[in-house]
């Protein structure tokens, strides 16, 4: 919440897109790569050292944070007109709901954000090696490796697409790409098996998340309600619903597959996130309201 929170306050609106996906990408490729190189060291190592090496690791933000973010812990002052600094908005449960009451936002909200945090963390995290696991990919390193296709991707792709979405007026069409090609790939996984299937749903979702990222943050400060309820606390919102999306999402999909099979489980995941992007794409309005 810190990191976005910085970026906005910090960034002109014609790049708030760019900014927000190159920390994105920062992010999703250390915490995803983080579990491949992970992966491939534990079979290596052992799990004891990966602990050890985990904890000191630990200590390198807090060295770089000292280091590099020095110049800029003082009291903020913002230069751009349209942002209202922290201290003088008041934030509570009336202004919280009176934000939810705005149509756009609710539906970014629960019908994008949730459902891709959802679809992400459920099928990368617990979906995932399951799959692999049915389909013969029983080494860890194997698992590693297509997950590392997450990682780079994001790398990669997250800032480019962040320099479009700049450039385009309407942002609302990149967060529809984003849960159709999210969705798809999930829903792939019911035609098309092997784990070349999966390494492309995979490809798929990380595409989607580069989408998303670069889009549904400057979508939504565009809202004029956002202005009232603070820049960078709406940050704050948007960060704390993706983590109840990545908490809901192995819950869901492991009720999925208690209830039925992997493949079928997959597709009513992917089912699921491809109406919800649809209901997004016929009821969020192009104008913020």
């Known amino acids: ?17 760019r900014n927000i996906t190159t920390v994105i990408a920062g992010l999703y490729a250390g915490h995803l790569s983080g579990a491949a190189v992970g992966s491939l060291l534990v079979e290596q190592l052992g799990f004891r050292a990966i602990f050890i090496i985990g904890a000191i690791m630990l200590f390198i933000p ?28 008041e934030i509570s449960l009336k202004s919280s709901l009176f934000l939810l009451k705005s149509k756009n936002f609710s539906l970014v909200l ?64 990149w967060i529809v790409l984003g849960g159709v090609i999210g969705s798809s790939g999930i829903l792939g996984l019911y035609f098309i098996h092997g784990i070349t299937a999966a390494a492309m749903a995979v490809f798929f979702l990380a595409v989607a998340s580069c989408c998303i990222g670069s889009s549904v943050l400057p979508y939504m400060l565009a809202i004029p309600r956002v202005e009232k309820y603070g820049i960078a606390s709406v940050t ?42 649809i209901i997004f794409l016929l009821f969020a309005s192009n104008k913020e309201n």
């Open 1 to 17: 919440m810190g990191l976005q929170g910085f970026i906005v306050t910090h960034s002109l609106p014609k790049f708030r897109g």
């Open 62 to 89: 807090l060295g770089s944070v000292l280091i590099f973010m020095k110049p800029y812990m003082h009291k903020i002052k913002c230069r751009h007109y349209e942002y209202k600094p922290l201290n003088k908005i």
């Open 110 to 173: 629960f019908m994008s954000i949730i459902p891709f945090s959802i679809a992400q963390v459920g099928f990368l995290s617990f979906a995932l090696p399951l799959y692999l696991e049915s389909e013969g990919a029983v080494s860890s390193t194997n698992i590693g490796r297509i997950l590392m296709l997450y990682g780079l991707c994001v790398i990669y792709f997250g800032p480019l697409m962040g320099r479009l979405a700049d450039r385009t007026t309407n942002k609302k069409y």
């Open 236 to 277: 704050g919102f948007l960060r704390a619903s993706d983590k109840l999306g990545q908490m809901v999402g192995p819950l869901f999909v492991g009720v999925m597959f208690s209830i039925t099979n992997i493949k079928i489980g997959l597709a009513f995941t992917g089912a699921l996130y491809f109406g919800t992007t």
